[in-house]
């Protein structure tokens, strides 16, 4: 294989960046160029080892800037631009809280406005902005140089944030050793897969979470494979966008969350007809996976039967801890009642999967080098068991950054098993229900809302709160109401009681109907549970 960031593909195109339908092409040296240019800049403005954070929309220049930060010997971060779908006032609230907490020394923009964004979230950053020219550029590649001696280093290279961690994130810092740990471990074997020497990879994803970054930007960079990019904000404005770029170049993989196969598969009938045949692998990378949105995806869109498939990842392993092949897709037909430290009976593994389970898709087999452990407290369970998982490889974190470093193995707060050397991901310890001795994964919760008439599709939460009456939690459900439904908030109450109760046997403590984008959203475009929790306190059960 190729060495990371070789230079016999110079003159290859490296990205495609998509805006409004018009492609801007930059080959491997038209962007290394860019990058040497942003590193002389940024060792101008910012001081050596600097945390500094990149704000701004997707693109080129915001790639070349980030690995110029990295090539100057400073640590790079990406953090989430303002998003119009999002509440501002929460916005603001969720940015000065993360800010505050991560503390960088440096946030670079490349537009006056983010500038000015980033000032009115909180006035004390002002002196820390740096507003960077529009584009930069020069004769020289020694980016290139610098950042392949910098992958044998242990010394920190960037910092992503550990997804899910909205309010107060978590740092985490990526060596060049650990980039390139990941790198060996995991592109060779999508490579053999898809049997090219270079990928083709089609990403609409946020560079400020680890998929985005790492498996959409970085990891194809070191490869000299190429990117054909669709900002996040225009995929959700236009869908069918990214089926268009994907027809266009021919792309062959991509990664994305679980979420955006079903929103696929709603939104089919009002999609431009796009020919995707070039694509060999869609890689479903978000916990947990679910086999019936990957067949349905498959069927919508005329895809070879297997070619969705399962991945498990995390910031703290860089990306990737285990990948699924086609060949080996299975699912997972899990009983609602498990409990951690309980046998995964085998014949679970049979299709179809019996009324009232889970049907989780594989994750795949763990990357070469990685170990994988379920836990039940401090007990490591035989295989097959259900419980805590936990990691091992060599290019696992040593803690979050400013926090006290980790054991040999991070335990994950993902709740799994391993059978037949397949990954299966259930869900989260923290986001387990339990009401009366009955354990419901919230997420489990929020699917079972999706076809009720008069709800905003994928715009509803679940919760637990802790009764002082019962000594248990309480189910609540808020979802907000499609106004233009014509079915009055009353029913839709009654309709999500209704079928919480028949389908978990739990019947809601409390349920509300809100209004159109009531609910606080992530980072990452998921509705946030502990943002919203903390919303609901606040407006339906403050103090008298």
């Not at 998003?83 to 800010?99: G, V």
């Given at each position: 294989?190729?060495?990371?960031?070789?230079?016999?593909?110079?003159?290859?195109?490296?990205?495609?960046?998509?805006?409004?339908g018009?492609?801007?092409?930059?080959?491997?040296?038209?962007?290394?160029?860019?990058?040497?240019?942003?590193?002389?800049?940024?060792?101008?403005?910012?001081?050596?080892?600097?945390?500094?954070?990149?704000?701004?929309?997707?693109?080129?220049?915001?790639?070349?800037?980030?690995?110029?930060?990295?090539?100057?010997?400073?640590?790079?971060?990406?953090?989430?631009?303002?998003?119009?779908?999002?509440?501002?006032?929460?916005?603001?609230?969720?940015?000065?809280?993360?800010?505050?907490?991560?503390?960088?020394?440096?946030?670079?923009v490349l537009?006056?406005?983010?500038?000015?964004?980033v000032?009115?979230?909180?006035?004390?950053?002002?002196?820390?902005v740096?507003?960077?020219?529009?584009?930069?550029?020069?004769?020289?590649?020694?980016a290139?140089?610098?950042?392949?001696?910098?992958?044998?280093?242990?010394?920190?290279?960037?910092?992503?944030?550990?997804?899910?961690?909205?309010?107060?994130k978590?740092?985490v810092?990526?060596?060049?050793?650990?980039?390139?740990?990941?790198?060996?471990?995991?592109?060779?074997?999508l490579?053999?897969?898809?049997?090219?020497?270079?990928?083709?990879?089609?990403?609409?994803?946020?560079?400020?979470?680890?998929?985005?970054?790492?498996?959409?930007?970085?990891?194809p960079?070191?490869?000299?494979?190429?990117?054909?990019?669709?900002?996040?904000?225009?995929?959700?404005?236009?869908?069918?966008?990214?089926?268009?770029?994907?027809?266009?170049?021919?792309?062959?993989?991509?990664?994305?969350?679980?979420f955006?196969?079903?929103?696929?598969?709603?939104?089919?009938?009002?999609?431009?007809?796009?020919?995707?045949?070039?694509?060999?692998?869609?890689?479903?990378?978000s916990?947990?996976?679910?086999?019936?949105?990957?067949?349905?995806?498959?069927?919508?869109?005329?895809?070879?039967?297997?070619?969705?498939?399962?991945?498990?990842?995390?910031?703290?392993?860089?990306?990737?801890?285990?990948?699924?092949?086609?060949?080996?897709?299975?699912g997972?037909?899990?009983?609602r009642?498990?409990?951690?430290?309980?046998?995964?009976?085998?014949?679970?593994?049979?299709?179809?999967?019996?009324?009232?389970?889970?049907?989780?898709?594989?994750?795949?087999?763990?990357?070469?080098?990685?170990?994988?452990a379920?836990?039940?407290?401090?007990?490591?369970?035989?295989?097959?068991?259900?419980?805590?998982?936990a990691?091992?490889?060599?290019?696992?974190?040593?803690?979050?950054?400013?926090?006290?470093?980790?054991?040999?193995?991070?335990?994950?707060?993902?709740?799994?098993?391993?059978?037949?050397?397949?990954?299966?991901?259930?869900?989260?310890?923290?986001?387990?229900?339990?009401?009366?001795?009955?354990?419901?994964?919230?997420?489990?919760?929020?699917?079972?809302?999706?076809?009720?008439?008069?709800?905003?599709p994928?715009?509803?939460?679940?919760?637990?709160?802790d009764?002082?009456?019962?000594?248990?939690?309480?189910?609540?459900?808020?979802?907000?109401?499609?106004?233009?439904?014509?079915?009055?908030?009353?029913?839709?109450?009654?309709?999500?009681?209704?079928?919480?109760?028949?389908?978990?046997?739990?019947?809601?403590?409390?349920?509300?109907?809100?209004?159109?984008?009531?609910?606080?959203?992530?980072?990452?475009?998921?509705?946030?549970?502990?943002?919203n929790?903390?919303?609901?306190?606040?407006?339906?059960?403050?103090?008298?």
């Amino acid at each position: 294989m190729t060495a990371p960031l070789a230079e016999d593909g110079l003159d290859r195109i490296l990205l495609r960046h998509w805006r409004q339908g018009q492609r801007e092409a930059v080959t491997g040296r038209d962007f290394w160029q860019r990058v040497t240019a942003r590193a002389d800049w940024v060792a101008a403005h910012t001081r050596p080892g600097a945390l500094v954070l990149v704000i701004g929309a997707t693109g080129v220049e915001a790639m070349a800037l980030f690995l110029g930060i990295a090539a100057a010997g400073r640590i790079g971060a990406f953090f989430p631009p303002a998003s119009p779908l999002q509440d501002q006032r929460h916005f603001f609230e969720q940015q000065r809280a993360a800010l505050a907490a991560i503390a960088p020394e440096a946030i670079c923009v490349l537009e006056a406005a983010t500038a000015e964004t980033v000032r009115a979230i909180d006035p004390a950053l002002a002196a820390t902005v740096r507003l960077a020219p529009a584009t930069a550029t020069g004769p020289s590649i020694a980016a290139l140089g610098v950042l392949r001696a910098r992958l044998a280093e242990d010394a920190p290279l960037f910092v992503q944030h550990s997804s899910g961690t909205t309010g107060i994130k978590k740092a985490v810092e990526i060596s060049g050793r650990m980039l390139a740990g990941q790198f060996a471990a995991y592109w060779p074997g999508l490579r053999a897969e898809l049997g090219v020497a270079r990928l083709s990879v089609a990403t609409w994803l946020p560079l400020y979470h680890d998929m985005g970054l790492v498996a959409g930007f970085l990891l194809p960079v070191l490869g000299g494979d190429s990117i054909s990019l669709l900002d996040p904000f225009e995929w959700i404005a236009a869908p069918g966008r990214f089926f268009e770029m994907i027809e266009a170049d021919g792309c062959d993989i991509a990664w994305m969350p679980n979420f955006a196969f079903r929103h696929f598969v709603r939104l089919k009938r009002a999609l431009k007809p796009a020919r995707l045949e070039s694509m060999k692998l869609w890689v479903d990378c978000s916990e947990p996976c679910r086999l019936a949105d990957a067949e349905a995806f498959e069927t919508a869109f005329a895809l070879r039967p297997g070619s969705v498939v399962g991945c498990y990842a995390m910031a703290e392993t860089v990306f990737a801890v285990s990948q699924g092949r086609p060949a080996e897709r299975i699912g997972l037909a899990v009983a609602r009642d498990l409990a951690p430290g309980e046998a995964v009976p085998e014949e679970w593994l049979a299709q179809p999967a019996p009324a009232g389970a889970r049907l989780v898709m594989s994750s795949g087999r763990a990357l070469p080098g990685v170990e994988l452990a379920v836990l039940e407290g401090d007990r490591v369970l035989p295989a097959g068991h259900y419980g805590e998982i936990a990691v091992r490889a060599p290019f696992l974190f040593a803690g979050y950054r400013g926090q006290p470093p980790i054991a040999a193995w991070f335990r994950t707060g993902d709740l799994g098993a391993v059978l037949r050397e397949q990954v299966f991901v259930f869900g989260r310890l923290k986001e387990i229900i339990i009401v009366n001795g009955k354990n419901l994964f919230a997420g489990d919760v929020e699917a079972a809302l999706g076809g009720i008439a008069g709800l905003r599709p994928g715009r509803a939460v679940a919760f637990g709160l802790d009764s002082d009456q019962t000594g248990s939690e309480e189910l609540v459900i808020v979802a907000e109401h499609d106004a233009a439904s014509g079915v009055a908030e009353a029913a839709c109450r009654a309709a999500i009681s209704r079928k919480v109760t028949e389908t978990f046997l739990v019947k809601p403590r409390d349920v509300r109907i809100v209004a159109d984008r009531w609910l606080v959203k992530s980072t990452s475009g998921k509705i946030s549970r502990a943002a919203n929790r903390d919303r609901y306190l606040a407006t339906f059960r403050s103090p008298e």
